[in-house]
């Protein structure tokens, strides 16, 4: 297993209000990073042709010898405070308040569950791809581990420590990155990004950690013959990448429509084993985590301002231009 | 706006329930039902999600693949849903009722046929009890179920059908002899049986996403094996299913009645004239509480009634109470809500005027609340 290692992270710390453009974390990992397939799309509309399943099973489960083996995925959830609800720092240290929102599960979170589960339908079922819900956070944040496997997964990692408490995306990636290498799935499926950060980095650096090809910002997921396919979205459409498993995938919310859990599935999740695990158990050095071991800091916060008066287009005959003008520059259109 | 009511349930998986209850009222219900009741489109895709998620078989038994829920626990559920989009509340309480009687009443074998589709949440049911000359007097219906050799052949309309041409299965009331309610029987029928067709939906005051249409039955074959319970049973098994549907009539006009109060409290406390808040003026706020106090009783009463048919005890006349006082209590309080927000409250950019529209169907469906008063009158008996 790889711990942290700082002098392998290319980005300066500690720093404040990081943000990292996130074509400048995939240079990272360029060398192991999804490959670039050159097919290119501008047309947005998806390829939704429907994958042969039995196919795809057949191809994957095919190890040396002949044996089939279990497909694992692992899909990261985190818990988040509701993402309509105001959101509040704790002023005693800068970290967020997650007493202050409902806390919910990070809503790309659950396209990537729903992915999972796509997955693994389309392998034949739990018998022959089995997902396993993981999380990193204080004891309430079981709570999304739960729902995950309400959705329809099988099992769940809860990675929970007092020393976790105010880690920033590279700690906590470190952390994800360890239980990750522990479970040792084939693939990993994250959401790209969560409603309370915001930040997009952290598949970027679990991939990174764990030595693993990243396809970020998937619209759409294949898996064949011991490959990983997406189509990553662009500004202009999507491109086709492609990797080996054992590999990292991102998801938008374009991907699918995550279901709503069911009464059985409530009923069934209340049996189904989560494991617990400390930083101690991962090998994780408490010294690298939490507030003191994150190379970013919140050094101070101030309250949003009052929302500024929106601007009024006149129209003098050329209001459409205008409006469109307003837009394009906005990335709107 | 997700309801603030804090619940209690008899069965602990029913809590766990609730979040996603709730999720589903607020990301699939609450947003579209305003523009869909305009537009007077029954939302076919959410019964089908509301299906998967096995929230059309709560209160049915596991072993056919229900819920196996109290009906205690289901109401409120109903309730939840009718407050975010009564139609669909309505809608998955009519459902039960038209499954209710082959869960309750089929034999084993026609419950192990049926059973577990309807209850899976693909298909959807309707009810056809009354006709345009048989309405509170049901028992006078002239639907008819001729014998043939392997079955019947039925004949008539059905009127005021919830679900009428959208449904699956329709399960009705037909007369099968002259010899008044005992002549009644009941049949369950697939919608694509030769004969059977809609009309037009009505067009209604409320409601309008939930489409009410005559059924026509003309001349449609049934084998005998449609037959549910005994051939003459069929008004006990209406009125049945109707006692536990009357609680369904209650959640769903509480969960209006909430509706209604959120909408005008949180109106009350934005609204200023003569320089304060409207709710800070005693003459509304004492209206705020009226309702308030309403709704709640409303929702004990059912609650209780529930209780007692969960313990399987009687619970008709409690059913028909529940029934009486919260439409009523919807009919007065969806009023009050209407003036709390003034004019606002009667144009139709705010809800208020379409809780008002549907609770005025509740008084009348399942029995009009007169005829409560009769089934309640008739239990009153020196002990
Ligand atoms: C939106 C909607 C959905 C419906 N869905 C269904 C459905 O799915 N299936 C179904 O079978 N039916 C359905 N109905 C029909 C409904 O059940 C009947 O409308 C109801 O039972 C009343 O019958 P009626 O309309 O013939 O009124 P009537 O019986 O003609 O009553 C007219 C008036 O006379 C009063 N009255 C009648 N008898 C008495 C009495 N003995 N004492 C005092 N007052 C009396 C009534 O209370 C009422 O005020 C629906 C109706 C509506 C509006």
């Not at chain 2, 009331?173 to 009505?202: H, N, Q, W």
């Not at chain 2, 005559?214 to 449609?220: R, T």
């Not at chain 2, 509480?254 to 200023?272: C, F, N, T």
Request: glycine share 10%; hydrophobic share 45%.
């Amino acid at each position: 297993m790889r711990g942290l290692r700082r002098d392998r992270c290319p980005l300066p710390g500690p720093v404040t209000g990081l943000t990292v453009p996130l074509s400048d974390l995939e240079m990272i990992g360029s060398n192991r990073s999804g490959r670039l397939t050159g097919e290119s799309v501008t047309d947005p509309s998806w390829d939704q042709q429907n994958t042969d399943g039995p196919a795809i099973a057949r191809a994957l489960r095919l190890v040396p010898g002949g044996a089939f083996a279990v497909v694992r995925i692992v899909v990261c959830v985190k818990q988040v405070p509701d993402s309509w609800a105001e959101k509040k720092l704790n002023p005693a240290d800068n970290t967020l308040d997650r007493d202050a929102a409902d806390a919910v599960v990070n809503e790309l979170d659950e396209f990537a569950v729903e992915e999972a589960l796509q997955i693994q339908e389309r392998l034949g079922g739990p018998d022959d791809c089995q997902v396993t819900v993981l999380t990193v956070g204080p004891e309430k944040a079981i709570e999304s581990v739960r729902k995950g496997l309400q959705m329809g997964a099988g099992d769940g990692v809860h990675v929970v420590d007092d020393a976790i408490h105010g880690s920033d995306a590279l700690a906590t990636s470190a952390i994800l990155a360890a239980a990750i290498e522990r479970l040792a799935p084939d693939l990993v499926l994250m959401g790209s990004e969560s409603t309370d950060a915001r930040m997009s980095v952290v598949p970027a650096m679990v991939a990174e950690r764990t030595g693993r090809p990243q396809l970020t910002f998937a619209g759409k997921v294949d898996i064949a013959d011991g490959t990983v396919t997406v189509q990553r979205v662009t500004d202009y459409g999507y491109d086709v990448v492609e990797a080996p498993l054992p590999a990292l995938v991102s998801v938008v919310e374009k991907i699918n429509e995550p279901r709503y859990p069911s009464f059985k599935g409530i009923m069934a999740a209340k049996k189904k084993p989560v494991e617990t695990l400390t930083l101690a158990d991962l090998g994780v050095e408490p010294a690298v985590v939490g507030l003191s071991g994150s190379w970013s800091a919140v050094q101070e916060f101030a309250a949003r301002p009052p929302r500024a008066a929106g601007t009024v287009v006149t129209d003098e005959g050329d209001g459409g231009t205008k409006a469109a003008d307003f837009l394009s520059a906005q990335k709107f259109i | 706006m997700a309801l603030t009511v804090s619940r209690e349930f008899t069965d602990p998986s029913a809590a766990e329930l609730l979040p996603t209850v709730r999720q589903m009222c607020d990301d699939l219900l609450a947003p579209r039902a305003a523009a869909a009741e305009e537009a007077g489109e029954f939302p076919r895709e959410v019964f089908r999600t509301l299906g998967a998620a096995g929230l059309l078989s709560l209160p049915f038994p596991e072993e056919h693949g229900g819920g196996g829920l109290p009906l205690h626990d289901y109401l409120q559920v109903i309730e939840e849903l009718a407050s975010a989009w009564a139609s669909v509340g309505l809608g998955v309480s009519v459902h039960t009722l038209a499954c209710f009687p082959l869960a309750i009443f089929g034999s084993a074998e026609q419950q192990q046929r049926w059973l577990p589709a309807m209850l899976g949440g693909e298909l959807l049911g309707a009810y056809c009890l009354s006709e345009a000359d048989a309405g509170s007097d049901a028992a006078a219906l002239t639907t008819r179920a001729e014998r043939t050799q392997g079955g019947y052949r039925v004949s008539g309309v059905k009127s005021w059908i919830s679900h009428g041409g959208v449904a699956d299965f329709y399960v009705a009331m037909v007369r099968t002899s002259d010899d008044g309610p005992k002549g009644i029987s009941c049949l369950l029928l697939d919608a694509d049986s030769p004969g059977l067709s809609a009309r037009p939906p009505e067009r209604k005051l409320g409601f309008s996403a939930s489409p009410t249409a005559q059924m026509v039955f003309d001349d449609v074959p049934a084998d005998g094996d449609r037959l549910i319970g005994q051939e003459g049973s069929g008004f006990g098994i209406a009125l049945a299913a109707l006692d536990g549907g009357r609680l369904g009539m209650a959640a769903c006009a509480v969960g209006i009645a909430q509706a209604a109060l959120d909408l005008a409290v949180r109106y009350a406390h934005e609204r200023h004239q003569f320089g304060r808040a409207i709710a800070d003026f005693q003459g509304l706020s004492f209206l705020l509480a009226d309702m308030a106090t309403q709704v709640a009783a409303a929702r004990a009463l059912y609650l209780t009634a529930a209780r007692k048919r969960d313990r399987g005890e009687p619970f008709g006349v409690e059913a028909a109470m529940a029934k009486l006082f919260a439409t009523d209590m919807a009919m007065r309080v969806t009023t009050d809500a209407v003036q709390v927000l003034g004019g606002a409250g009667y144009v139709k950019d705010y809800p208020a005027e379409r809780y008002f529209r549907e609770a005025k169907a509740l008084q009348i469906v399942e029995g009009t609340n007169q005829i409560q008063r009769v089934v309640i009158g008739r239990g009153l008996r020196p002990s």
